[in-house]
């Protein structure tokens, strides 16, 4: 008798966009008695179940399965032979048993890198601690040092049966263990496969999530970005009178300068309908077990709120930065912004499509690129060219211009709410075909041509 536990290790990296971490529940289910351990399978677990796993706060942590049954029922799981460990010797007779080892490393400072990483190489039980190396440990992310120590028993008390051979205090393989050739470890390699595998989750996940949710995410999403384009209104536009004679060098600073609204958007787990053009269409091509008609209603959903919580949060701050002066009236940065707005006002239908396209291509292929990062830094040092060039080069996005051409009206630009939305519109459609096309669509089947998860997925 005992209660049927789910144990699961923490990421192990990072998650792009801010998400909650994932646990990849690498350790499946784990029932305990005094004597044997039983491990299920995680695909024992229903869809409902895996998700609520997936997306867990926890750390290491061990939980009634039956929480994790959407009707509150027990789950019941048929225990087979090749389900049970060997029992487990008497703790005070030969060392510490098989529980009490996962419960010590688990309270290690970095306990949970070293759980992920001895489930990674097949490691069940201390006795399973001959068959490994503190090389395959360092291979999977444990620090050099706190693999020696484990192996030798140093920071985890170990029975005598558990010691490698090799394990007493010689300094040939402290030597080669310190050789400083190994690649990095295998988390922090990039994969674009992956990447494009994490993002068709995130649509699956997006969609379970309510719509208040969805609405405050894009909000804030609306608003950060807005705040950026603040900044690059400020920064452009004065300096626009100085730049005269080298357009050029302006165009530059104005993208030098509009990745900082992206950035906060990224890094803060924010929504924009841009990006959702991408993640909602594509478990339509990744998942089979979630039906077209499903994809096409939680698509819709997610588009519709995700777009207008991103004008409320755009419109928002563009009153804001009005009301405060922070772009005040009359001012070079003032006369910038009205210009840009006129100009935009005025483009022809096909042309707005198509720089909405065009500058949505280069948005997703900067989420895509900072999704594969596993660092801030290197979150926004990957989005920073791809955005960079599309406002270089005066392509046209949806969200930016919810704030800009409002902010724009306000100050003065000869332009009305029509105006406005006859450039929005028609932007916002690019912007569609182009996250759809060229990245959900094309980069999508060159990196993962078939259906990359099960139907229970």
Known sequence: PGPLRIRLPPPTAPPPWGLPPRAPALGGLRWSSGKVTVHVPVSALSEEQQLAAMTSWADPFDMDAAMYSAEGDPLHVEVADDMLDSPVPDPNQSGTCTIAFWDAISHLPSGSEVEVALVRLGVQSPADLRFITSQDLVAEGVAAVTARKLLAGQSVPLPSEALPVAA??????????????????GHAVFSAE?????????????????????????????????????????????????????????????????????SMVLLSGSELLTGNFVTMALPAWTHPGVSKSQVVANTWRIWGISGAGNLAGSLFLAVTCFVLSIVPMGSPAAAWLTALTVKKCALPLAIAVGKGACANWLVNVAIFQASSAHTSAAKIASLWLPVMTFV????????????????????????????????????????????IVFVAGVQRYSLLRNMVYSKSS
């Open 168 to 185: 007493a205090p010689s300094p040939v393989p402290l030597k080669i263990a310190a050789a400083p050739a190994k690649a990095a470890p």
């Open 194 to 262: 992956d990447t494009m595998k994490f993002l068709a989750k995130k649509g699956v996940l997006t969609a379970q999530r309510s719509d208040g949710q969805i609405f405050c995410s894009s909000f804030l999403g609306g608003s950060l970005l807005g705040w950026g384009c603040a900044l690059t209104v400020v920064v452009a536009g004065g300096s626009a009178a100085v730049l005269a004679e080298a357009p050029g060098l302006l165009s530059l600073l104005t993208g030098a300068v509009f990745p900082v609204g992206l």
């Open 392 to 435: 270089a080069l005066g392509l046209e996005h949806s969200i930016a211009n919810m704030f800009l051409l409002p902010l724009g009206m306000l100050l003065g630009a000869d332009v009305s709410a029509f105006d406005i939305a006859a450039n929005i519109v028609p932007v916002a459609i690019g912007n569609a075909l182009g996250a």
